[in-house]
Structure formats: C-alpha cells, structure tokens
C-alpha cells in the first residue's frame, strides 16, 4: 500500500465537496456516532488550533480524469465541519471567548471566520491498493485505534446478502415498534448485532450464548452468499425469508391479543428466547398465536406475584440475571418458555 502524507487547509475539503468530489460515506464507512458534545469539542480543537488526528483518504481517477475522494477515515470530523458550515450546529456555549460562545459560522465576523478557513489538516492519500481491500484498511485503521466497536467493524470488513439483509431489514417498523431498534442502539449499530443473532438461530438451527468472535465466524461463513448461488452456499434465502415473515407475523398476532410482547418481550433477552421458541419449532407444533399469548400472560404475572415456591419461577429468574447471554442461561429460559408455545 501506498500512503502519501500532506497538510491541506480545511478549505480543501469544502472545494471537494462543493465540485461533488467527496464521498463522505463509502460502504465501508460506520454510521454518523459522534453526539452533539464530540463535535463541538472538534470545533473547540479547531478554533483554538490544536492538532487533530490524520485524515486517511482514497483518490479514485476515472478514464477521465475525474478524481473523487472516498474517505477511509475521518468522516466523523468532516462530517462536523460541513455541519458547522451549514448551520446546523454551533460552538459550545462554554467556549471561553465572549465572541464564539454558542456561535454559528453565520454569527462570526470575517476574521473569526478566517480561523476556521485556515485550520490545518493532515491527510494522508491511500493510492495503491495492493492485495488488500479498502474495507480491510478500514477495518485496520479502526481496530488499532479502538475507535469502533466489533459491529461497526464487521459493518466495514463485511458486504455479502446476510450482511446486506440484517441492516436493509432494520428498516422494517417491526422492530422499533417491538424497542429492538432505538436511536441509541441504532447510533452504534447494536440493533444490527442483535437481529444478526436473531437470524442466526435460523440459519444454524439453534440458539448460541452471545460471543463476537461466534459471529465473527457466521459473517463471514455467509459474506459470499447472494441469492443468485443458494444451491452452492447451502443456503434457502428465500426459505429464511419466509420463517422471519412467519415470526414476525406470530409475535405481532400475540401482541394484539393481549399486548404481552410490549409488556413482556422488549428486552434483548427476552426477545431472543421468544424468536428463538418460534424460530426453531415446527409449524404444526405451536399453539395459535392468541393461545401462546394468553399462556405467557399467566406465566409472567406468576412472576410478577413474586411466588417464592415456584421452582419454575425460581429457574427463569435465576437464569435471567447476571451472565443472561451465555448458552447455559438461554437453555434454561428457552426450555421453560418454549412449553408456553407447544401443544
């Protein structure tokens, strides 16, 4: 691999992006994660001209000589500049300096401005990419720095169908209605680890204690997998699709029966026994929706009454504190609720 270091003034970055010639959020880019507080410290950094880490860049030239710059790392620090340009955020209200304090670019005069225009930055240009992908440079870049947690990293390292199909189905109402997608856990991508898991008890057929290097493996088992190549992969996408429809469709048909996965299920850990009873029994063998829902109604409030002779009871709770994500505790939860769910 090739690296060329430079310095560039912030302006450079505004000239490309204005001619089109930055792409801020190539696939293996994470989703935006710094919150109002990282970015006015940026600013902070800016203004008062202290040094910020390097840029890393990749200069693509077409047969025409147009050249685009797909950002390898530093879109967070761009992406707040751009935003401090257009107004969309201010300096921290503490700055220090009665004439910045809470400001916008818009609020400062011409050579308040000026301070922002001749902020210096390094970059570095990755030219030559030789036997090794822009995601794996991406994925270095973050994992020697710690900047991203193991999600964003697959996110970087991993495009195949199963990949794809977790994040495009996120996008289903299904699973903000249900809080297994919140803003929060959207903002560093736990959302998509924990459908990643919950597809997985499909695709293996089982249920797994919660492990990063387990799914590190399944992501990349199925980084390949495109539904044109099923026969080859072993894989029944169109078979998965089908059993996540069905599920989805049970626990919406319990909820509206009596609201028990709202009050009940809403939680990684109880969800994930819930899909996993449905996912791994036959058809034939589980209860009408509205039977199931009516069962865990009773089994919960038992709970809730605080019964201290329910051996039952007593195994659920038991299995639901401390290390609840480890098999041994899904076994324990899973085989007690799974006789909710069976004829």
């Known amino acids: 691999m090739e690296r060329n270091p430079t310095v560039q003034h912030l302006t450079w970055f505004l000239d490309l992006r204005r001619f089109g010639q930055l792409n801020i959020s190539p696939s293996y880019q994470r989703r935006s994660v710094w919150n109002p507080k990282d970015r006015k410290l940026f600013l902070d950094t800016i203004f008062k001209n202290y040094p910020a880490p390097t840029i890393f860049l990749h200069r693509d030239t077409d047969e025409n000589g147009r050249t685009v710059y797909n950002v390898v790392d530093g879109k967070q620090r761009l992406e707040t500049i751009f935003m401090f340009m257009d107004n969309e955020i201010s300096l921290d209200k503490n700055f220090g300096d009665t004439n910045f304090n809470g400001k916008k670019f818009s609020d400062l005069r011409p050579e308040e401005k000026k301070l922002f225009f001749d902020y210096k930055l390094v970059v570095d240009y990755i030219d030559n ?8 440079i991406f994925d270095r870049l973050n994992r020697n720095s710690k900047n991203l947690n193991e999600q964003e990293l697959r996110h970087a390292k991993y495009s195949g169908w199963f990949i794809q199909y977790v994040e495009d189905d996120l996008l289903d109402s299904f699973w903000t209605e249900y809080k297994i997608s919140t803003p929060a856990k959207a903002r560093r991508m736990k959302d998509v680890q924990f459908v990643s898991e919950l597809l997985i008890i499909i695709l293996e057929n089982r249920i797994a204690g919660f492990n990063q290097d387990y799914l590190d493996e399944i992501y990349a088992k199925y980084d390949n997998v495109t539904e044109e190549d099923t026969d080859e992969s072993e894989v029944d996408i169109e078979g998965l699709k089908g059993k996540i ?29 819930l899909w996993a009873v449905i996912a791994l029994s036959d058809k034939k063998s589980l209860n009408n929706p509205e039977i199931s829902a009516e069962k865990c109604l009773e089994f919960f409030n038992r709970i809730k009454s605080g019964a201290t002779n329910d051996k039952e009871i007593a195994d ?19 085989n007690i609720i799974s006789k909710l769910f069976l004829k």
């Open 129 to 136: 990419v030789n036997g090794e992908s822009l995601n794996s």
């Open 316 to 334: 659920y709770n038991q299995a639901s504190t401390g290390a609840n994500t480890d098999l041994s505790q899904r076994e324990t939860r899973y």
């Open 245 to 273: 429809g069905f599920i989805k469709q049970y626990i919406k048909d319990m909820e509206r029966a009596n609201n028990c996965i709202s009050k009940f299920f809403t939680e990684n850990k109880a969800f994930y026994i």
